[in-house]
């Protein structure tokens, strides 16, 4: 008997409830660890990304390379950071920005200083 296959055990609710909290467990898991992924891949060069013909199959993508593949323009990212025009300041170009030897969070803070530098 497996606490797995609640059907199997005649439908028991407290076996059900067990195995949706421990199947609930196991996702949040999992959302930590990519979050803890995600958040020291922050502090990476930029230039870290690869190009989408350098990711195969069963490979991990990193945080900038989601941000790479999915968003039209780096300069989206930052719009809606509010910095879309410090961004296109410093990087006139997006492939400037992918190629920048500074972490997202180095760039992120540049910018900020930038624009509090402005008013």
Request: charged residues 25%; positive net charge.
């Amino acid at each position: 008997m497996s606490s797995e296959y609640p059907a199997a055990c005649g439908g028991d609710p407290l076996l059900k409830s067990y195995t949706k909290a421990k199947n609930k467990s196991r996702n949040l898991k999992k959302i930590i660890q990519k979050f803890d992924l995600y958040l020291s891949q922050i502090h990476l060069p930029m230039y870290s990304a690869r190009q989408k013909n350098e990711v195969f199959a069963g490979q991990t993508i990193t945080l900038y390379e989601i941000l790479k593949f999915r968003k039209p323009s780096a300069s989206d990212i930052w719009h809606g950071l509010g910095l879309e025009k410090e961004y296109n300041e410093k990087f006139p170009s997006d492939e400037l920005f992918w190629a920048s030897n500074e972490s997202l969070i180095d760039i992120y803070y540049n910018l900020l200083n930038m624009k509090a530098s402005k008013n």
